[in-house]
């Protein structure tokens, strides 16, 4: 056993202790600040992914322009400075994504520590994206569609399957997904715990309301063989408080124990973030103690949500959508202090 865990025969939930020790490695109390503004008032970004090719970061982001999400891709030397190369995929005329292609670049190596390379499947680079025709913010059925391309270092826009891979209209939905499917995450599961090579975790709403007759918004699971043809994997979410919004999953793993960084909103007032712990990537012990990431600065006064946590040189970096005074932008908190960014002022 190692300090992470290691257990010849993993239960199904994981101890407290083992929590608590979780979250000490990967808390990040020093906010560093924005590092991906606006690019003008009209234009909001969200939703970072982060990976690394040949020495360099690359994130892929959205930007939600009043009309609907297009997708993009910036790129850094040292994760706290980052530089826009343009986009990865636009509106189009027509089609059932026309006016929303939100990309998340899949197949992210997920070893706490590790290389964070984007993996090839088939010989190509992978995107799942948050796919609509109706414009507007989040506006319409929407779903999930497969995107991919030869190139993820640069702004060329992406082959995309002509259908969804996932919606609410599909023979198997679920109660919790009947409505609309939100963002994804797609992961290799290397050792096959679920007996497939391709997880994708995804948040979506369902017909079903809360008790105050109010949608809310839970993380799901699907799996494939093959990344074009996705089915349910179970028949109820994995993470949900039946109110409010737990959302955009993102997987890495620590020793025998894989960590889901994920947000919760409107369970208690405002937008944060937490986390999860499993042996077996299906099921879930939720973390009980503090938000990881909480309101607490002007820029973040709003909103604090939306993760892509990694850990570099000894540092963990918690990336984070981030809404407050600056609008809505991408920050970073960090498990040491690296100073302030300009970009708050």
């Known amino acids: 056993m190692d300090s992470f865990g290691q257990l010849k025969t993993p239960a199904a939930t994981v101890s407290a202790e083992m929590m608590q020790t979780i979250f000490d ?8 600040g924005i590092v991906l503004p606006q690019p003008d008032s009209g234009r909001m970004v969200d939703s970072p992914t982060i990976f690394r090719n040949e020495n360099h970061w690359y994130m892929s982001y959205i930007i939600f322009d009043g009309k609907g999400y297009e997708t993009w891709l910036a790129k850094s030397d040292d994760l706290l400075k980052w530089t826009t ?55 319409g059925r929407l779903g999930v569609g497969m995107a991919t391309t030869n190139d993820l270092t640069q702004p060329v826009e992406t082959k995309r399957l002509p259908q969804p891979v ?24 290397k050792v096959r715990k679920t007996g497939y090579p391709f997880v994708m975790y995804y948040n979506a709403k369902g017909t079903k309301p809360d008790t105050n007759g109010n949608g809310f918004e839970t993380i799901a699971m699907a799996v494939s063989t093959d990344m074009t043809h996705w089915k349910r994997y179970g028949q109820q979410p994995l993470i949900t408080r039946q109110t409010g919004i737990c959302g955009d999953a993102q997987i890495t793993k620590i020793g025998d124990l894989y960590v889901m960084f994920y947000f919760g909103a409107f369970w208690k007032p405002g937008a944060f973030e937490r986390f999860a712990c499993s042996y ?36 963990v970096y918690h990336f984070y959508n981030a809404v407050g005074t600056k609008g809505r932008v991408i920050a970073l908190a960090t498990s040491k202090d690296l100073g302030k960014s300009q970009l708050n002022d």
Do not use: C
């Open 25 to 32: 490695e990967v808390k990040t109390p020093f906010k560093y």
């Open 85 to 139: 190369l343009g986009k990865l995929m636009s509106f189009t005329e027509t089609g059932w994504d026309a006016t929303q292609k939100a990309g998340y670049v899949a197949l992210v190596e997920t070893d706490w520590g590790g290389t964070y390379k984007a993996e090839k499947y088939q010989g190509r680079y992978w995107l799942s994206y948050l796919g609509g025709s109706e414009k507007g913010y989040e506006a």
């Open 166 to 189: 996932l919606s609410a209209v599909d023979p198997d939905a679920r109660w919790y997904d009947d409505k609309t499917i939100y963002k994804s995450l797609i992961i290799r599961d």
């Open 280 to 315: 077996d990537l299906v099921n879930w012990t939720d973390w009980q103690g503090d938000d990881l990431i909480a309101p607490s600065e002007p820029f973040d006064k709003t909103y604090a949500h939306k993760p892509w946590v990694i850990k570099w040189n000894g540092v």
